[in-house]
């Protein structure tokens, strides 16, 4: 949808916000339509719909062109905001692709519900105020007759892709160098999104499960939240899978912790996020040593890098200076980008791209799109996304295993 002018300005949009009683799960509200939007963790959370305004920036500069644009649509909006929370007031939900082409986009809804600390409120924005929305909710389709393509040839070229990045790596041409891959879903009926959404919000609720125009998932990855001055990332990289016998996976998560591949990998993906923050930052906080973050289907090396914000940048500037971190990326950052370019033979398209919202003050949360998948056009199929940090002590078929794991939480919430 355009929102500009005649004289290519935005048009000024109506915000109010106001607090509302419980209305109970969030995503459990949004309508069976493609523009619905979502960013829930443990419950709390933002949810949308409609569209008020969008945008779909391209490029290299695809962050400053969206933090532009951004500016200018809060400039020429009029904001009324009784709730006063993070994502509460006028919100734009996005996701940006990781590499250069199209497929960026930054919408503003027209309807938003959040509920933050038990606090629950419900935005509307528009031309002019409108009537408050009623809020319903509905039971979403279960998808069905799901067919996922994993043929054992395309298993085999990846496994041979990351013996070639091993053997890069030990000439000494780089780092590490994440690749991922995909594996195809085809359904009989036109996937309801709202069903693999509420299954990977239960199954996944210390993760960031999100929607943005047919791209899903639930992340554990937080590229960078800025709030209040406060700036946070959770840096993940270095992983083992879980074996479903709790006394072996407490075992398995100290070997994790000790792991000097692991630990290698993880310290470059730090590394490279601690660098990024370093020019807007003071005091900032790198942990010298990894915690262990368990999911239901993995286990992951995990550090939480902090710092008080020092500039003026917005959440989106923090963005463009963060993507691609090393957790998806490599080190160093031009090579590894150049050698996924050469040898991947992916499209990645919005996987392991930033996806999140920003509000109006240029706070927000963005999460890296990883344990993702992106919706066809018809939503009959889908295509799902995992990637692994190759470094010089990597084994092909290890990483194939580990990328299988990484595919369980999309694969069980489209099954
Ligand atoms: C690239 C992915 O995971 C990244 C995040 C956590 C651990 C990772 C790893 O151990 O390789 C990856 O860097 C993915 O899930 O597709």
Not at 403 to 411: E, H, Q, S
Request: with cysteine; charged share 25%.
């Amino acid at each position: 949808m355009s929102t500009l002018a005649t004289d290519g300005r935005p048009e000024p949009l109506v915000v109010r916000s106001r607090e509302i009683e419980d209305p109970g799960a969030l995503l459990a509200l949004l309508p069976p339509t493609s523009d619905a939007l979502a960013w829930v963790h443990g419950g709390d959370g933002i949810v949308g719909w409609g569209r008020a305004a969008s945008y779909s920036p391209d490029g290299d500069d695809r962050f400053d062109a969206a933090d532009d644009w951004w500016a200018e649509v809060v400039d020429a909006s009029v904001v009324r905001d009784e709730v006063e929370l993070p994502g509460s007031g006028l919100v734009a939900f996005g996701s940006f692709t990781f590499a250069d082409g199209p497929g960026s986009v930054l919408t503003v809804p027209e309807v938003v519900v959040g509920r933050r600390d038990g606090r629950c409120w419900v935005t509307t924005i528009g031309l002019s105020l409108g009537p408050s929305p009623a809020l319903s909710t509905s039971t979403p389709t279960d998808p069905s007759g799901t067919l996922f393509a994993d043929e054992p040839g395309r298993r085999d070229d990846w496994a041979a892709t990351v013996e070639a990045a091993v053997r890069r790596i030990q000439s000494g041409e780089l780092d590490k160098v994440v690749l991922a891959r995909s594996v195809d879903a085809s359904f009989e009926e036109p996937l309801d999104v709202r069903s693999p959404l509420a299954r990977l919000a239960s199954a996944y609720p210390s993760c960031w499960t999100f929607h943005v125009d047919g791209f899903f998932g639930s992340t554990p990855e937080m590229l960078v939240r800025l709030q209040g001055g406060l700036v946070t990332s959770r840096v993940l990289a270095g992983t083992i899978r879980r074996t479903g016998d709790d006394a072996r996976d407490l075992s398995l998560a100290a070997s994790l912790a000790r792991s000097s591949k692991d630990l290698e990998e993880h310290e470059y993906a730090v590394r490279s996020v601690a660098d990024a923050l370093a020019p807007h930052c003071t005091g900032m906080n790198v942990p010298e040593s990894p915690f262990v973050l368990h999911l239901p289907n993995v286990m992951h090396l995990a550090t939480d890098v902090t710092g008080v914000l020092r500039d003026d940048a917005g959440v989106l500037a923090l963005v463009a200076s963060l993507h691609p971190s090393a957790a998806v990326g490599g080190t160093p950052t031009a090579d590894a980008v150049r050698v996924i370019a050469e040898i991947e033979q992916l499209d990645r398209g919005r996987y392991a791209g930033p996806v999140g919202w920003i509000g109006a003050s240029g706070d927000g949360e963005w999460g890296i799109g990883l344990r993702s998948a992106q919706v066809a056009p018809d939503r009959r199929g889908a295509r799902l996304f995992a990637g692994c940090g190759i470094v010089a002590d990597s084994s092909p078929a290890d990483e194939l295993a580990e990328a299988d794991a990484k595919l369980i939480p999309v694969r069980d919430a489209l099954a």
